[in-house]
Protein backbone atom coordinates (compact mmCIF):
# COMPACT_ATOMS: atom_id res chain seq x y z
CA UNK A 1 0.00 0.00 0.00
CA UNK A 2 1.23 3.64 -0.73
CA UNK A 3 1.97 5.36 2.11
CA UNK A 4 0.95 9.31 1.66
CA UNK A 5 2.99 12.07 2.74
CA UNK A 6 1.61 15.62 3.85
CA UNK A 7 1.39 16.58 0.32
CA UNK A 8 -1.39 15.02 -1.23
CA UNK A 9 -3.39 16.27 2.05
CA UNK A 10 -2.52 19.59 1.37
CA UNK A 11 -3.43 19.95 -1.94
CA UNK A 12 -6.57 18.09 -1.37
CA UNK A 13 -7.42 20.94 1.66
CA UNK A 14 -7.25 23.01 -1.13
CA UNK A 15 -8.82 21.69 -4.23
CA UNK A 16 -12.26 21.19 -1.54
CA UNK A 17 -11.88 25.21 -0.57
CA UNK A 18 -11.94 26.05 -4.09
CA UNK A 19 -14.49 23.45 -4.40
CA UNK A 20 -16.31 25.35 -1.95
CA UNK A 21 -15.42 28.35 -3.17
CA UNK A 22 -16.20 27.42 -7.20
CA UNK A 23 -20.16 26.74 -5.65
CA UNK A 24 -20.40 29.62 -3.73
CA UNK A 25 -19.58 31.85 -7.21
CA UNK A 26 -21.28 29.94 -9.01
CA UNK A 27 -24.20 32.28 -7.64
CA UNK A 28 -23.07 35.08 -8.75
CA UNK A 29 -20.82 34.02 -12.07
CA UNK A 30 -23.37 36.78 -14.17
CA UNK A 31 -22.98 39.10 -12.39
CA UNK A 32 -19.31 40.34 -13.50
CA UNK A 33 -16.58 39.26 -15.38
CA UNK A 34 -14.60 39.03 -12.50
CA UNK A 35 -16.54 36.62 -11.21
CA UNK A 36 -17.11 34.66 -14.51
CA UNK A 37 -13.06 34.55 -14.77
CA UNK A 38 -12.60 32.98 -10.91
CA UNK A 39 -14.81 30.28 -11.81
CA UNK A 40 -13.29 29.65 -15.41
CA UNK A 41 -10.02 28.99 -13.67
CA UNK A 42 -11.39 27.15 -10.93
CA UNK A 43 -13.15 24.67 -12.96
CA UNK A 44 -10.33 24.47 -15.34
CA UNK A 45 -8.68 22.05 -12.75
CA UNK A 46 -10.13 21.18 -9.36
CA UNK A 47 -12.35 18.45 -10.20
CA UNK A 48 -10.07 16.80 -12.91
CA UNK A 49 -6.86 16.89 -10.04
CA UNK A 50 -9.41 15.60 -7.42
CA UNK A 51 -10.15 12.55 -9.61
CA UNK A 52 -6.14 12.26 -10.60
CA UNK A 53 -5.60 12.04 -6.75
CA UNK A 54 -8.23 9.64 -6.30
CA UNK A 55 -6.87 7.69 -9.08
CA UNK A 56 -3.54 8.08 -7.65
CA UNK A 57 -4.54 6.21 -4.54
CA UNK A 58 -6.99 3.39 -5.85
CA UNK A 59 -4.46 1.23 -6.80
CA UNK A 60 -5.30 -1.04 -4.08
CA UNK A 61 -9.09 -0.97 -4.60
CA UNK A 62 -8.58 -1.80 -7.76
CA UNK A 63 -5.75 -4.14 -8.15
CA UNK A 64 -7.41 -6.54 -5.23
CA UNK A 65 -10.62 -5.83 -6.12
CA UNK A 66 -11.98 -4.28 -3.04
CA UNK A 67 -15.76 -3.91 -4.33
CA UNK A 68 -16.74 -3.05 -0.75
CA UNK A 69 -14.42 0.12 -1.21
CA UNK A 70 -16.25 0.78 -4.65
CA UNK A 71 -19.75 0.33 -3.73
CA UNK A 72 -19.03 2.72 -0.65
CA UNK A 73 -19.04 5.72 -3.21
CA UNK A 74 -22.36 4.26 -4.48
CA UNK A 75 -23.76 4.54 -0.55
CA UNK A 76 -22.53 7.39 -0.21
CA UNK A 77 -23.57 8.82 -3.35
CA UNK A 78 -27.31 7.96 -2.26
CA UNK A 79 -26.71 9.38 1.53
CA UNK A 80 -26.24 12.32 -0.18
CA UNK A 81 -29.33 12.36 -2.51
CA UNK A 82 -31.06 11.85 1.45
CA UNK A 83 -29.70 14.93 2.80
CA UNK A 84 -30.41 16.49 -0.39
CA UNK A 85 -33.87 15.57 0.14
CA UNK A 86 -34.28 16.26 3.59
CA UNK A 87 -33.14 19.59 2.99
CA UNK A 88 -35.79 20.16 0.90
CA UNK A 89 -38.52 18.95 2.56
CA UNK A 90 -37.86 20.45 5.84
CA UNK A 91 -36.98 23.97 4.35
CA UNK A 92 -38.93 24.48 1.29
CA UNK A 93 -41.29 21.73 1.49
CA UNK A 94 -40.72 20.41 -1.41
CA UNK A 95 -40.49 16.68 -2.35
CA UNK A 96 -37.73 16.14 -4.60
CA UNK A 97 -35.87 13.22 -5.70
CA UNK A 98 -34.15 12.15 -8.62
CA UNK A 99 -32.13 8.76 -8.72
CA UNK A 100 -29.94 9.13 -11.47
CA UNK A 101 -29.86 12.38 -13.03
CA UNK A 102 -27.68 14.76 -11.36
CA UNK A 103 -26.26 18.36 -11.45
CA UNK A 104 -25.52 18.94 -7.95
CA UNK A 105 -23.25 17.56 -5.63
CA UNK A 106 -23.41 14.03 -5.81
CA UNK A 107 -22.17 13.45 -9.39
CA UNK A 108 -19.12 13.00 -7.86
CA UNK A 109 -19.61 9.66 -5.61
CA UNK A 110 -21.63 8.17 -8.37
CA UNK A 111 -18.69 8.94 -10.51
CA UNK A 112 -15.80 7.64 -8.28
CA UNK A 113 -17.81 4.60 -8.32
CA UNK A 114 -17.94 4.06 -12.03
CA UNK A 115 -14.13 5.29 -12.55
CA UNK A 116 -13.59 2.27 -9.70
CA UNK A 117 -15.89 -0.49 -11.78
CA UNK A 118 -14.29 0.82 -15.41
CA UNK A 119 -10.55 0.43 -13.73
CA UNK A 120 -10.98 -2.93 -12.31
CA UNK A 121 -12.21 -4.04 -15.91
CA UNK A 122 -9.66 -2.88 -18.30
CA UNK A 123 -6.86 -3.25 -15.35
CA UNK A 124 -4.68 -5.82 -17.30
CA UNK A 125 -4.89 -3.99 -20.33
CA UNK A 126 -1.90 -1.88 -21.68
CA UNK A 127 -2.01 1.42 -20.16
CA UNK A 128 -1.59 3.21 -23.08
CA UNK A 129 -3.85 2.34 -25.29
CA UNK A 130 -6.97 2.75 -22.36
CA UNK A 131 -5.69 6.05 -21.96
CA UNK A 132 -5.52 6.81 -25.79
CA UNK A 133 -9.64 5.32 -26.17
CA UNK A 134 -11.17 7.24 -23.04
CA UNK A 135 -9.51 9.92 -24.66
CA UNK A 136 -10.48 9.60 -27.70
CA UNK A 137 -13.94 8.67 -26.22
CA UNK A 138 -14.23 11.89 -24.47
CA UNK A 139 -13.61 14.07 -27.58
CA UNK A 140 -16.40 12.31 -29.87
CA UNK A 141 -19.00 11.84 -26.65
CA UNK A 142 -19.41 15.69 -27.16
CA UNK A 143 -21.59 15.49 -30.30
CA UNK A 144 -23.66 12.78 -28.90
CA UNK A 145 -27.01 14.77 -27.08
CA UNK A 146 -27.49 11.99 -24.92
CA UNK A 147 -24.19 12.44 -23.15
CA UNK A 148 -25.58 14.48 -20.11
CA UNK A 149 -25.80 14.86 -17.13
CA UNK A 150 -28.06 11.77 -16.20
CA UNK A 151 -26.61 8.66 -14.72
CA UNK A 152 -23.58 11.74 -14.46
CA UNK A 153 -22.79 10.36 -17.76
CA UNK A 154 -20.94 13.30 -19.24
CA UNK A 155 -18.59 13.54 -16.52
CA UNK A 156 -18.16 9.70 -16.33
CA UNK A 157 -16.44 10.20 -19.71
CA UNK A 158 -14.71 13.32 -19.92
CA UNK A 159 -13.14 12.89 -16.45
CA UNK A 160 -12.05 9.30 -16.52
CA UNK A 161 -8.62 9.96 -18.02
CA UNK A 162 -7.89 11.97 -15.33
CA UNK A 163 -8.67 8.59 -13.05
CA UNK A 164 -6.96 6.17 -15.14
CA UNK A 165 -3.64 8.51 -15.38
CA UNK A 166 -3.67 8.65 -11.56
CA UNK A 167 -4.49 4.99 -11.58
CA UNK A 168 -0.96 4.45 -13.63
CA UNK A 169 0.86 7.33 -11.42
CA UNK A 170 3.23 6.32 -9.28
CA UNK A 171 2.97 9.47 -6.21
CA UNK A 172 6.46 9.05 -5.48
CA UNK A 173 8.07 9.81 -8.23
CA UNK A 174 5.49 12.69 -8.83
CA UNK A 175 7.18 14.02 -5.76
CA UNK A 176 10.67 13.44 -6.81
CA UNK A 177 9.93 15.44 -9.95
CA UNK A 178 7.95 18.29 -8.62
CA UNK A 179 10.98 19.16 -6.25
CA UNK A 180 12.55 20.80 -9.55
CA UNK A 181 13.47 24.86 -9.11
CA UNK A 182 12.48 25.33 -12.33
CA UNK A 183 9.65 23.58 -12.63
CA UNK A 184 8.58 25.45 -9.72
CA UNK A 185 9.13 28.83 -11.40
CA UNK A 186 7.26 27.62 -14.49
CA UNK A 187 4.25 26.31 -12.69
CA UNK A 188 4.17 30.38 -11.41
CA UNK A 189 4.34 31.88 -14.91
CA UNK A 190 1.46 28.85 -15.85
CA UNK A 191 -0.64 28.97 -12.72
CA UNK A 192 0.00 33.26 -13.00
CA UNK A 193 -1.03 33.65 -16.82
CA UNK A 194 -4.21 31.32 -16.79
CA UNK A 195 -5.32 33.46 -14.36
CA UNK A 196 -4.32 36.84 -16.26
CA UNK A 197 -6.29 35.12 -19.05
CA UNK A 198 -9.88 33.86 -17.31
CA UNK A 199 -9.82 37.32 -15.87
CA UNK A 200 -8.94 39.47 -18.36
CA UNK A 201 -10.64 37.53 -21.53
CA UNK A 202 -14.47 37.35 -21.01
CA UNK A 203 -14.75 35.71 -24.08
CA UNK A 204 -13.16 32.94 -23.24
CA UNK A 205 -16.15 32.30 -20.84
CA UNK A 206 -17.92 30.39 -23.64
CA UNK A 207 -15.60 27.48 -22.77
CA UNK A 208 -17.24 26.92 -19.33
CA UNK A 209 -19.42 23.92 -20.39
CA UNK A 210 -16.18 21.61 -21.35
CA UNK A 211 -14.98 22.58 -17.86
CA UNK A 212 -17.77 21.80 -16.04
CA UNK A 213 -17.98 18.60 -17.89
CA UNK A 214 -22.04 17.67 -18.09
CA UNK A 215 -23.11 19.22 -21.40
CA UNK A 216 -22.83 17.97 -25.09
CA UNK A 217 -20.86 20.63 -27.61
CA UNK A 218 -24.09 21.92 -28.58
CA UNK A 219 -23.87 24.02 -24.99
CA UNK A 220 -20.59 25.74 -26.54
CA UNK A 221 -22.78 28.82 -28.57
CA UNK A 222 -21.99 28.49 -32.05
CA UNK A 223 -18.93 27.10 -31.91
CA UNK A 224 -20.47 23.24 -31.45
CA UNK A 225 -19.06 22.60 -34.81
CA UNK A 226 -15.36 23.28 -32.69
CA UNK A 227 -16.05 20.79 -29.95
CA UNK A 228 -13.99 18.15 -30.70
CA UNK A 229 -11.02 20.66 -30.47
CA UNK A 230 -12.16 22.77 -27.87
CA UNK A 231 -12.39 20.04 -25.41
CA UNK A 232 -8.38 19.50 -26.50
CA UNK A 233 -7.60 22.31 -26.24
CA UNK A 234 -9.15 22.51 -22.77
CA UNK A 235 -7.56 19.31 -21.75
CA UNK A 236 -4.14 20.41 -22.57
CA UNK A 237 -5.38 23.35 -20.15
CA UNK A 238 -5.81 21.21 -17.85
CA UNK A 239 -3.03 19.12 -17.48
CA UNK A 240 -1.03 22.00 -17.18
CA UNK A 241 -2.70 23.83 -14.23
CA UNK A 242 -2.76 21.06 -12.70
CA UNK A 243 0.55 19.78 -13.07
CA UNK A 244 1.61 23.21 -12.10
CA UNK A 245 0.19 22.69 -8.69
CA UNK A 246 1.43 19.64 -7.96
CA UNK A 247 4.35 21.03 -8.52
CA UNK A 248 3.87 24.31 -6.09
CA UNK A 249 2.11 22.31 -3.50
CA UNK A 250 4.59 21.63 -0.68
CA UNK A 251 5.92 18.06 0.61
CA UNK A 252 4.98 19.58 4.33
CA UNK A 253 3.91 21.82 6.26
CA UNK A 254 5.37 21.29 9.52
CA UNK A 255 5.39 17.87 11.43
CA UNK A 256 1.91 18.05 12.66
CA UNK A 257 0.36 20.55 9.86
CA UNK A 258 -2.83 21.61 10.95
CA UNK A 259 -3.61 22.13 6.83
CA UNK A 260 -2.79 18.66 6.17
CA UNK A 261 -4.56 17.14 9.16
CA UNK A 262 -8.19 18.98 7.66
CA UNK A 263 -6.75 17.49 4.19
CA UNK A 264 -7.71 13.91 5.18
CA UNK A 265 -11.52 15.18 5.91
CA UNK A 266 -12.43 16.66 3.21
CA UNK A 267 -15.57 13.88 2.67
CA UNK A 268 -17.52 15.41 5.04
CA UNK A 269 -17.44 19.12 3.50
CA UNK A 270 -17.94 17.93 -0.09
CA UNK A 271 -21.32 16.45 1.47
CA UNK A 272 -22.85 19.13 3.98
CA UNK A 273 -21.18 22.56 2.21
CA UNK A 274 -23.66 22.39 -0.43
CA UNK A 275 -26.40 22.25 2.15
CA UNK A 276 -25.03 25.46 4.11
CA UNK A 277 -24.73 26.72 0.44
CA UNK A 278 -28.66 26.31 0.42
CA UNK A 279 -29.21 27.75 4.08
CA UNK A 280 -27.39 30.89 2.77
CA UNK A 281 -28.87 31.62 -0.34
CA UNK A 282 -32.15 30.07 -0.63
CA UNK A 283 -33.14 29.99 3.08
CA UNK A 284 -32.06 33.18 4.31
CA UNK A 285 -31.74 34.56 0.54
CA UNK A 286 -28.32 36.52 1.10
CA UNK A 287 -27.73 36.76 -2.31
CA UNK A 288 -27.91 40.60 -2.74
CA UNK A 289 -25.43 40.49 -0.19
CA UNK A 290 -22.61 39.61 -2.02
CA UNK A 291 -24.41 41.34 -5.48
CA UNK A 292 -21.23 43.77 -5.64
CA UNK A 293 -17.63 42.67 -6.72
CA UNK A 294 -16.03 44.29 -3.58
CA UNK A 295 -18.42 42.00 -1.52
CA UNK A 296 -18.10 39.05 -3.32
CA UNK A 297 -14.31 39.04 -1.96
CA UNK A 298 -16.21 37.88 1.38
CA UNK A 299 -16.63 34.72 -0.45
CA UNK A 300 -12.81 33.76 0.07
CA UNK A 301 -12.82 33.39 4.39
CA UNK A 302 -16.21 32.63 3.89
CA UNK A 303 -15.48 28.95 1.51
CA UNK A 304 -12.51 28.93 4.04
CA UNK A 305 -14.61 28.76 7.25
CA UNK A 306 -16.58 26.19 5.72
CA UNK A 307 -14.31 24.42 4.90
CA UNK A 308 -12.91 24.51 7.59
CA UNK A 309 -15.79 24.08 9.95
CA UNK A 310 -16.91 20.83 8.26
CA UNK A 311 -13.54 19.03 7.74
CA UNK A 312 -13.05 17.61 11.22
CA UNK A 313 -12.88 14.15 12.87
CA UNK A 314 -16.28 13.70 14.13
CA UNK A 315 -18.49 14.56 10.87
CA UNK A 316 -15.18 12.48 9.04
CA UNK A 317 -16.35 9.15 11.27
CA UNK A 318 -19.60 9.86 10.54
CA UNK A 319 -19.14 10.07 6.81
CA UNK A 320 -17.06 7.21 6.70
CA UNK A 321 -19.92 4.59 8.65
CA UNK A 322 -21.69 5.59 5.51
CA UNK A 323 -19.27 5.03 3.51
CA UNK A 324 -18.23 1.08 5.00
CA UNK A 325 -21.97 0.45 4.53
CA UNK A 326 -21.11 -2.49 2.40
CA UNK A 327 -17.98 -3.91 4.54
CA UNK A 328 -20.48 -4.32 7.98
CA UNK A 329 -23.54 -5.36 5.64
CA UNK A 330 -21.15 -8.46 4.33
CA UNK A 331 -22.16 -11.80 5.70
CA UNK A 332 -19.41 -13.06 7.66
CA UNK A 333 -18.38 -16.85 6.56
CA UNK A 334 -19.72 -19.70 8.99
CA UNK A 335 -17.26 -22.14 10.63
CA UNK A 336 -17.60 -25.25 10.85
CA UNK A 337 -18.68 -27.36 13.80
CA UNK A 338 -15.67 -29.99 13.91
CA UNK A 339 -12.97 -27.00 12.99
CA UNK A 340 -14.15 -23.53 14.21
CA UNK A 341 -11.09 -21.99 12.53
CA UNK A 342 -11.89 -23.72 8.98
CA UNK A 343 -14.02 -21.81 6.99
CA UNK A 344 -16.89 -22.79 4.43
CA UNK A 345 -16.21 -22.13 1.37
CA UNK A 346 -19.36 -21.47 -1.10
Given at each position: ?25 D ?21 P ?11 R????K ?53 T ?120 L ?66 T ?39
Open positions: MVKRTQKWDILKFFLMFTVVLGHFIYHDTECDFARGIFLFIYSFHMLFIFISGMFSKTVNERWNKILGYLVVYFAAKIFIFLYYLIFKQVLYFRVFGETGLAWFMFALFAFGVIVAVRNYKPQAVLIISILLALFAGYDENVNSELVLSRIIVWFPFYYAGYCTDPKKLEKVSRSKWLKLLSVIIIAAAITVAITVPETYIVRPMFTAQHPYSALEGAADFGFLIRLACYAVTTICAALIILTPDKLSKKSFIAKRGQYTLPVYLFHYIIMLLIYDTFDAHEFFSGEREMYLLIPISLAVLLLSNKYLNKFVQLIYNLPETARKKPKETENNPKEVIKL
